[in-house]
């Protein structure tokens, strides 16, 4: 697979591919931005269909992860980890200390925390082999099925807003905490021809990520619990200039979150391209 050539691929800094025979670890961490600070992101442990269903992942999420961070105004970027296993069968200490071995060699650029098939157990004992770790709560599963409710939450994997499932939506509201909630960008228009409201899945469940970011930075709890309060009139904003622009929801949040870690001049070619 040519990563620099994956529709996932978004410019990342760096993509770390980790390997320890004696533990048994195989892993992938993906950097995607440390402009705005160092990169923070869970790591999931799923038994991946393929190496590049992994890297994908690895891609997306990390991605996703720094315009949670920008689109909060938080002083971090976005990264992520990804381990090929079975979390239930294949996990063990050696693995998860080789694990925290390979985060502590990038030198304070990378913070992990928990995710799928990674609980606050397993953070501990990554802990034992890196200081760079926060107490990210993990995501709940839940059923892609949509029955005839007024909003759809999906809260468990990504991509569960495709061709197929956005035909069968009844809701008119889309609000979840799953990440990377669209199969594509070209979904977000799709939700919004179909008259569907969809809240950006990395603006409204940007809290477990002002969480750690606060844990991080010693924030106090009132600091923290005003940063999650915020979401809400940052989903205004994205909800008002969508509305006036005519334009889907997921594209404003893009720009808005873009405003805070990219170049001026990288930000007017995708604004000019884009039509804002």
């Given at each position: 697979m040519?990563?620099?050539?994956?529709?996932?691929f978004?410019?990342?800094?760096?993509?770390?591919?980790?390997?320890?025979p004696?533990?048994?670890?195989h892993?992938?961490?993906?950097?995607h931005?440390?402009?705005?600070?160092?990169?923070?992101?869970?790591?999931?442990?799923?038994?991946?269909?393929?190496e590049?269903?992994?890297?994908?992942?690895a891609?997306?999420?990390?991605?996703g992860?720094t315009?949670?961070?920008?689109?909060?105004?938080?002083?971090?970027?976005?990264?992520?980890?990804v381990v090929f296993?079975?979390?239930r069968?294949q996990?063990?200490?050696?693995l998860?200390?080789s694990?925290g071995r390979a985060i502590?060699n990038?030198?304070g650029?990378?913070?992990?925390?928990e995710?799928?098939?990674?609980?606050?157990?397993?953070?501990?004992?990554?802990?034992?082999?890196?200081?760079?770790?926060?107490?990210?709560?993990?995501e709940?599963?839940?059923?892609?099925d949509d029955?005839?409710?007024?909003?759809f939450?999906p809260?468990a994997?990504?991509?569960?807003l495709?061709?197929?499932?956005i035909g069968?939506l009844k809701a008119?509201?889309?609000?979840?905490?799953?990440n990377?909630?669209?199969?594509?960008?070209?979904?977000?228009?799709?939700?919004?021809?179909?008259?569907?409201?969809?809240?950006?899945?990395?603006?409204?469940?940007?809290g477990?990520?002002?969480?750690?970011?606060?844990?991080?930075?010693?924030?106090?709890?009132d600091?923290?619990e005003?940063?999650v309060?915020?979401?809400?009139?940052?989903?205004h904003?994205?909800?008002?200039?969508?509305?006036?622009l005519g334009?889907?929801?997921?594209?404003?949040?893009?720009?808005?979150?873009?405003?805070?870690f990219?170049?001026?001049?990288?930000?007017h070619d995708q604004?000019?391209a884009?039509?804002?």
């Amino acid at each position: 697979m040519q990563i620099f050539e994956s529709l996932s691929f978004d410019s990342h800094e760096q993509v770390v591919f980790v390997s320890d025979p004696r533990s048994r670890l195989h892993a992938i961490i993906a950097i995607h931005s440390t402009s705005c600070g160092p990169s923070v992101g869970g790591c999931r442990m799923l038994p991946y269909r393929s190496e590049r269903d992994a890297i994908d992942d690895a891609l997306r999420l990390s991605r996703g992860m720094t315009y949670k961070a920008a689109i909060s105004g938080l002083p971090v970027g976005g990264g992520k980890a990804v381990v090929f296993g079975d979390a239930r069968t294949q996990k063990t200490p050696a693995l998860l200390a080789s694990l925290g071995r390979a985060i502590e060699n990038l030198g304070g650029k990378y913070f992990t925390a928990e995710d799928v098939g990674m609980g606050p157990a397993d953070m501990a004992e990554i802990h034992r082999t890196t200081s760079h770790v926060l107490g990210l709560p993990a995501e709940m599963g839940g059923s892609g099925d949509d029955a005839d409710v007024d909003v759809f939450a999906p809260s468990a994997l990504g991509a569960v807003l495709d061709d197929h499932t956005i035909g069968r939506l009844k809701a008119r509201i889309v609000a979840g905490g799953a990440n990377n909630q669209l199969a594509t960008t070209r979904h977000g228009e799709a939700l919004r021809a179909a008259g569907v409201l969809y809240a950006p899945d990395y603006a409204i469940n940007a809290g477990g990520m002002i969480r750690v970011t606060g844990e991080m930075l010693g924030w106090t709890s009132d600091e923290v619990e005003k940063r999650v309060t915020g979401i809400e009139s940052t989903l205004h904003r994205i909800f008002g200039e969508a509305r006036n622009l005519g334009v889907p929801t997921n594209e404003v949040a893009d720009r808005i979150a873009r405003e805070r870690f990219e170049p001026p001049e990288l930000r007017h070619d995708q604004a000019k391209a884009q039509g804002f």
